[in-house]
């Protein structure tokens, strides 16, 4: 049997020799990836996915979650075969050994996280909050992410119990989107012939274009599973937690977004929904039901709160585990001796979020979060392939060989010109990544001037 080592491209202890507390367990790590999966993408971009395809709201929730669910099994085993910090970034080097791919993929990670975090700060400053106040939204949405990476510095398992709570304040709102469908369809309210309405300029190549594009932006509500393989030092028995985690997380989310795609479009004209950033509100208001549509803003805006919240925790983590893989300076991994948190790279990835905050709108910093991450999913679904010829010496989940290989097929076609995707969700990926080189140009000068 073959163990992983320890040379500089493939990981080490931690700069300053403080690890990482273990404090998550099966039952935290389910809710951890439920609330990551669910939050911003549903109850935000909804309205803009209606806008892509019409009335057929629930199609692009249905493909996503097929698509999800084929790069999960793929991170399952990959997790559990490897169960450390840096994720992605961890298993391209094991699998290509090129560490410009194995930077490029991390970086492409930790902006995803970013912009998801960023799309999740413009939800909570949007229609949801104006409910009860007028404030200017760019000032309140750099302020919520300050606030949230303060509590990501307390620790791990503070961070993960707000999580929990969060996680049912936010299950809560769907349950009542849920309920209120339930109740249309007894009552015979709402316009069943919309569910199979396609919005779309055209019909062959255009109608495929358009689902492709609305999918794209679903997707975005898909994502967050890959965020908890970033917390495998800091959980209980991963090879074990990992598999009924990610695989209950994806299955009850994905249920849920199809069906309340089912009952926005039944309720709302999809027109009404592709105006709003708080579409599900909309959804409340035309029930009928007597719900305090205040009460549900809340609820919404703890969910969004959620996401972003997950997500800094997670761009931190793979700060930290890419500093101890040399692919970020090794001072990025010093923790904070008394909290055990990765201080630096909180600070780090809040900076950027901020700036991120500036740059667009829900739908963009969605979309871009959205083509990052499948970009990286096609390569991750190619890698777990190849690592199939490296032996661990414990026993792990391994996925059936089809899932990883329709993985990346499904990834590369979401991710190319193929889905409708607007021209500055390109451009801000490609600052980013622009960005990114410069980073490692600069690490690697660093590194030869210190002869290593």
């Known amino acids: 049997m073959q163990t992983a080592d320890t040379s500089p491209a493939e990981g080490g202890a931690p700069e300053d020799g403080t690890p990482l ?20 993408g549903i109850y935000a971009t909804t309205g803009k996915v209606a806008g892509k395809i019409g009335g057929a709201l629930w199609v692009p929730f249905a493909i996503g979650f097929v698509v999800a669910l084929l790069t999960a099994a793929s991170y399952v085993e990959l997790v559990g075969k490897y169960p450390r910090a840096a994720g992605a970034a961890l298993y391209t ?8 791919l194995t930077f490029i993929i991390a970086f492409m990670v930790l902006c995803s996280g970013l912009s998801s975090a960023s799309a999740a700060a413009r939800a909570f400053s949007g229609d949801y909050l104006q409910e009860f106040v007028d404030i200017p939204p760019t000032l309140i949405s750099i302020l919520f992410i300050l606030t949230l990476a303060s509590l990501a510095l307390r620790g791990v398992s503070e961070s993960v119990k707000t999580n929990v709570v969060l996680t049912l304040v936010e299950l809560t709102g769907l349950v009542v989107i ?86 926005s479009s039944l309720l709302v004209d999809y027109k009404v929904l592709e105006t709003s950033s708080g579409p599900l509100l909309e959804v409340v208001k035309a029930s009928g039901l007597d719900f305090p549509p205040k009460l549900f803003a809340l609820i919404a805006l703890f969910a969004v ?64 979060t959205a083509f990052l991450l499948l970009c990286v999913f096609a390569v991750v679904n190619v890698a777990v392939l190849v690592l199939r010829r490296d032996r661990v010496p414990h026993a792990h989940f391994r996925t059936p060989t089809a899932l990883p290989v329709f993985g990346a097929i499904t990834a590369v076609i979401l991710a190319s010109p193929l889905a409708d995707r607007a021209a500055d969700v390109y451009i801000r990926a490609g600052v980013l990544l622009a960005i990114g080189i410069g980073l490692w140009g600069v690490n690697k000068l660093v590194l030869r001037a210190r002869g290593e």
């Open 21 to 40: 507390k273990r404090a998550i367990g099966t039952k935290l790590m389910i809710l951890f990836v439920i609330g990551d999966i669910l939050g911003t």
């Open 93 to 100: 080097q094991k699998a290509f050994k090129v560490p410009f």
């Open 178 to 263: 849920l309920s209120i469908g339930a109740w249309a369809v007894i009552t015979g309210e709402g316009e069943p012939s919309r569910l199979g309405d396609f919005h779309t300029d055209g019909s062959g190549y255009a109608l495929l274009t358009g689902v492709l594009g609305a999918t794209a932006l679903a997707f975005f509500a898909f994502v967050g599973f890959e965020d908890s393989v970033n917390m495998a030092e800091e959980t209980k028995n991963p090879a074990h937690t990992f598999p009924r985690a990610i695989f209950l997380g994806v299955t009850v989310t994905g249920t849920v977004y199809v069906l309340v795609g089912f009952v």
């Open 305 to 368: 709160t959620n996401s972003a919240l997950i997500n800094i925790m997670m761009a931190s983590r793979l700060c930290y585990g890419m500093a101890n893989e040399r692919i970020l300076p090794r001072g990025m991994a010093r923790v904070l001796p008394r909290r055990r948190t990765p201080i630096v790279g909180i600070l780090f990835t809040t900076a950027i979020a901020v700036g991120l905050v500036s740059t667009g709108e829900i739908e963009g910093l969605g979309d871009t």
